[in-house]
């Protein structure tokens, strides 16, 4: 019967979206001690980090891109062109982020998601870990969430 009481909307609303998340944040922050402790450091934000590999003629050939949140690298997009796959550049873009992250900012993990058909199996052979396996995510894929601890 409550319910009743509500209108509901179903819209996209950049306003009401950022009040959501900060009355979010505001609920999170006061139920651990952890990120209340994060409010108002520099490790509360995250920080873009991006690792570019050019070809001698300045083309794209690869890249990486993600960011750091307290000690973590979180790794959104890890892509290398088909003409360089082989080549050891996947490894290299990777090396260099974990190092930034762990070196410049003082992570002590890593974490990423990938489909089955990208690249699990490059990611375990970097030290990685599965930790989570959503099948079906999207239909007829299986998405995988690695992390590892970085040294």
């Not at 450091?41 to 300045?58: F, I, K, N, Y």
């Not at 290299?92 to 992250?101: D, G, K, P, S």
């Not at 052979?125 to 995510?137: N, T």
């Amino acid at each position: 019967m409550v319910c009743r009481m509500f209108r509901i909307e179903a819209e996209v609303d950049k306003d009401r979206r950022d009040l959501l998340r900060s009355r979010l944040r505001d609920t999170n922050t006061a139920a651990s001690p952890v990120l209340a402790a994060l409010r108002g450091t520099p490790g509360e934000r995250e920080v873009p980090l991006h690792v570019w590999a050019l070809d001698p003629s300045g083309d794209l050939a690869g890249g990486l891109v993600g960011h750091t949140w307290t000690a973590w690298l979180h790794i959104a997009y890890l892509w290398v062109d088909t003409a360089h796959r082989g080549t050891g550049l996947g490894t290299r873009l990777l090396t260099e982020a974990e190092h930034i992250a762990a070196t410049d900012r003082g992570c002590t993990a890593s974490r990423l998601e990938t489909w089955d058909f990208q690249a699990p199996d490059f990611y375990r052979k970097q030290g990685y870990e599965v930790v989570c396996v959503i099948p079906d995510y999207p239909p007829g894929i299986t998405e995988y969430t690695l992390t590892k601890r970085l040294a």
